[in-house]
Each structure stands twice: as C-alpha cells, then as structure tokens.
C-alpha cells in the first residue's frame, strides 16, 4: 500500500511518524578493507590524481562530466581548489589501501535535510579503480554512511541518458531507475537528458545484506574471481524489499 485516504476520501502518502530532518553529511574519512575515502585536499591529493587519471589511454572517462580533462597537474589542482572544497558537493578522494595514494573522487550533493534526500555524484574513477573491489566498496560506504549513521530516507543517482556505463553501474549497485528527464541541461555544448535512479531507506537493509555477501573475501577465488556478482545480489534485495513494501 503506498497512500491512505484523508478525511475527504483523497489518497494521500503514508504516513512519516516522528520525522526529523538528518544532519549534513560532515564526516571526514569513511574506512573500508580495501581502501578508505578522506575529504579532499587538493594539496595532498592532486598529484596523486593527475597521475592516476593519466593512465587512461584516452580523455573517454571525462566525455560525460562537465569539466575535463586537464591537461596538466597545475590545471587540476586549480579546479580542485575552485570546485571541491565546498559543503555541497562534499567532496572526497578514494584511497587504494594498498598504494596509499589517491586513485578516484565520489561527492555527495543535492543534500536536502529537510526532506531527507541526497545525491551521490561527480564520480571519477581513474583506471587504477576499473572493475576493483574498491571502486565498489568505496559506493558501499558512502551508502551505509548516509543511511545507517545519519537516516536519510532516499540516495540518488543521475546521469547523462547516453551514459550505458553509469546507467548499468547504477542497478549494480541496486539503485532503481526512475524515468529520464529531457532536456534538462546543457553539457560541453551539448544537450544533456538526465536519467534519474534512487534507492530508498526501506530498500537498504536487504541491499546492505547483498553487499556484505559481495564484499566478502570468501566471495572471491584464489584468483580474485567473484563467485556471485553485485548485479544479481542487489536486483534479489530490491525485489524482495519492493514486494514487501
């Protein structure tokens, strides 16, 4: 059941008993097993970034952001200054635990306390973080921050409608497609439909189950393997969650 009637016999949303607006997301390092997130310091992380970004034989992981590339450190280190340092989008460097050094960013933005949503966004993976357990669990963290240690009620992903990539990491990653919205801005010149994903506080705790399966070390072969994929463990939480919503 999704409404109630009011007074008037109109069905309106179910009821939020006790609802209290979360706190801004302010935490500092979020720590995993395979890496950690810090906030970002562009003096201590930009070098290590450019490096990592450089590695890409070609410019195709900046074709959807709305910045990029740079073509030198200094050029980066500037936009990171200008654009990363604020509350919103709070922005964070991925630390490989083995290397020590900074090989992605992830942010949140869009945060709204007062209805109990936020984004996640502006993410760019450089290739050391390709198809990495990392790259994973650094998106598992952000999500058991927002809902475990602060209650939001929804997280949100968005991106460019020609974007297969981040289209498919979304519902890895067990988010729920929600429609597209055309036209809804301009990107590099270029017009830009937004495909809007979600995944709700109700829909967490199965979805947290599905990653503690996948994240598990015993999940993976001598070779690095994984024996059962993200993709098939979230769309299981999802639909067990949404059937008993």
Same mark, same amino acid.
């Given at each position: 059941?999704?409404?109630?009637?009011?007074?008037? $016999?109109?069905?309106? !949303?179910?009821?939020?008993?006790?609802?209290?607006?979360?706190?801004?997301?302010?935490? *500092?390092?979020?720590?995993?097993?395979? !890496?950690?997130?810090? +906030?970002? %310091?562009?003096?201590?992380?930009?070098?290590?970034?450019?490096?990592?970004?450089?590695?890409?034989?070609? @410019?195709?992981?900046?074709?959807?952001?709305?910045?990029?590339?740079? &073509?030198?450190? *200094?050029?980066?280190?500037?936009?990171?200054?200008?654009?990363?340092?604020?509350? %919103?989008?709070?922005?964070?460097?991925?630390?490989?635990? #083995?290397?020590?050094? *900074?090989?992605?960013?992830?942010?949140?933005?869009?945060?709204?306390?007062?209805? @109990?949503?936020?984004?996640?966004?502006?993410?760019?993976?450089?290739?050391?973080?390709?198809?990495?357990?990392?790259?994973? &669990?650094?998106?598992?963290?952000?999500?058991?921050?927002?809902? %475990?240690?602060?209650?939001?009620?929804?997280?949100?992903?968005?991106?460019?409608?020609?974007?297969?990539?981040?289209?498919?990491? *979304?519902?890895?990653? $067990?988010?729920?497609?929600? !429609?597209?919205?055309?036209?809804?801005?301009?990107?590099?010149?270029?017009? +830009?439909?937004?495909?809007?994903?979600?995944?709700?506080?109700? &829909?967490?705790?199965?979805?947290? @189950?599905?990653?503690?399966?996948?994240?598990?070390?015993?999940?993976?072969?001598?070779? !690095?393997?994984?024996?059962?994929?993200?993709?098939?463990?979230?769309?299981?939480?999802?639909? #067990?969650?949404? @059937?008993?919503?």
């Amino acid at each position: 059941m999704s409404s109630v009637l009011n007074e008037l $016999g109109q069905p309106i !949303g179910l009821p939020v008993p006790n609802f209290t607006p979360p706190p801004v997301p302010v935490i *500092a390092v979020m720590t995993g097993r395979t !890496g950690r997130l810090e +906030r970002v %310091d562009p003096d201590r992380h930009a070098a290590d970034l450019f490096a990592a970004n450089y590695t890409a034989k070609d @410019a195709r992981y900046w074709t959807y952001l709305p910045y990029g590339p740079f &073509e030198t450190e *200094a050029d980066y280190h500037a936009w990171m200054v200008k654009t990363c340092l604020g509350q %919103d989008p709070l922005f964070y460097a991925v630390i490989d635990g #083995k290397t020590d050094k *900074a090989v992605g960013v992830a942010s949140y933005l869009r945060v709204d306390p007062k209805v @109990a949503s936020i984004e996640v966004g502006h993410i760019h993976f450089s290739p050391l973080m390709q198809q990495t357990v990392l790259s994973t &669990e650094a998106m598992y963290l952000m999500m058991a921050h927002i809902f %475990d240690d602060l209650g939001y009620r929804r997280y949100e992903w968005k991106c460019n409608s020609l974007n297969e990539a981040s289209k498919a990491a *979304a519902l890895r990653l $067990g988010f729920s497609y929600e !429609g597209t919205f055309r036209q809804m801005s301009v990107v590099k010149g270029h017009n +830009r439909d937004t495909t809007w994903f979600s995944l709700l506080d109700r &829909e967490w705790p199965a979805v947290k @189950a599905a990653y503690q399966v996948w994240l598990d070390p015993k999940n993976f072969d001598d070779k !690095g393997h994984q024996k059962q994929s993200l993709s098939t463990l979230t769309a299981d939480a999802i639909t #067990k969650a949404q @059937a008993s919503a």
